[in-house]
């Protein structure tokens, strides 16, 4: 079965302190990962996806994630947290549907709360 | 380009009475997606329209109904809303270039609906 985990529900870090969120994910097809940011009210922001190429992948704001193929994991790093990154972070896994044309549905984990602390 | 657009922002309706919800993808993604996000409940899957299909349906009561438009816009209805529906509805287009292997799966700022 298909499915994401977040193991923590909140994370709290200081200023300019480094930042992982961890996040596995179980699904029998070949993955693509993303990572959203949410604030309070919004809707989700892409802060980075994958599929294949470099394990390693950068994206906005100053995000990273790894993605490790043995572990079934695809953390998220920064390595400075600012005071603005304070948001909900979720974690999804998709694949390809029908004729390999088109992505289907997200699943996702149930998110991390970080909160930063001046 | 202008990104995955929901209206309206924020509806309340009573309990009983019926809701519509609507969202423009953006230009060139054929494929809508509608994701349901309650307190407490993290981001269920509702709905996913591909060319005017639905492709993929979550697990949620036949009161729950949409379709696609043949410019790819998208309605989500709901009947005899309850008030545990009262959640943020987000709306999310998608698009794959086999060729050259891009990829993208983009959402709105979402529907806010409140049963009273």
């Known amino acids: 079965a298909q499915s994401v985990t977040q193991p923590d529900i909140h994370i709290t870090v200081s200023e300019g302190a480094s930042l992982e969120l961890r996040c596995n994910y179980s699904y029998g097809a070949t993955p693509y990962l993303f990572w959203y940011v949410q604030s309070p009210g919004q809707g989700l922001q892409l802060l980075l996806k994958?599929?294949?190429?470099?394990?390693l992948v950068q994206g906005i704001k100053g995000f990273e994630a790894e993605f490790k193929r043995s572990q079934s994991s695809f953390n998220l790093r920064k390595p400075s947290v600012h005071w603005s990154d304070a948001a909900e972070y979720f974690c999804?896994?998709?694949?390809?549907?029908?004729?390999?044309?088109?992505?289907?549905?997200?699943?996702f984990g149930r998110g991390t709360q970080l909160t930063v602390w001046p | 380009e202008a990104g995955v657009t929901q209206s309206p922002t924020h509806l309340i309706k009573t309990r009983g009475q019926q809701a519509t919800l609507r969202c423009s993808p953006i230009?060139?993604?054929?494929?809508v997606y509608w994701y349901q996000q309650a307190l407490g409940l993290g981001l269920q899957f509702l709905l996913w329209y591909d060319e005017g299909e639905e492709r993929n349906r979550g697990n949620f009561p036949p009161r729950f109904s949409g379709r696609q438009f043949p410019n790819y816009s998208s309605e989500l209805n709901v009947n005899a809303l309850e008030l545990e529906d009262s959640a943020l509805y987000l709306c999310?287009?998608?698009?794959?270039?086999?060729?050259?292997?891009?990829?993208?799966?983009?959402f709105g700022s979402g529907t806010r609906l409140t049963v009273v």
């Open positions: 994958y599929f294949s190429g470099d394990t």
């Open positions: 999310a287009s998608s698009f794959y270039q086999s060729i050259q292997g891009n990829y993208g799966y983009t």
């Open positions: 230009s060139g993604h054929t494929s």
């Open positions: 999804a896994v998709g694949a390809l549907k029908g004729r390999g044309s088109t992505l289907g549905r997200l699943y």
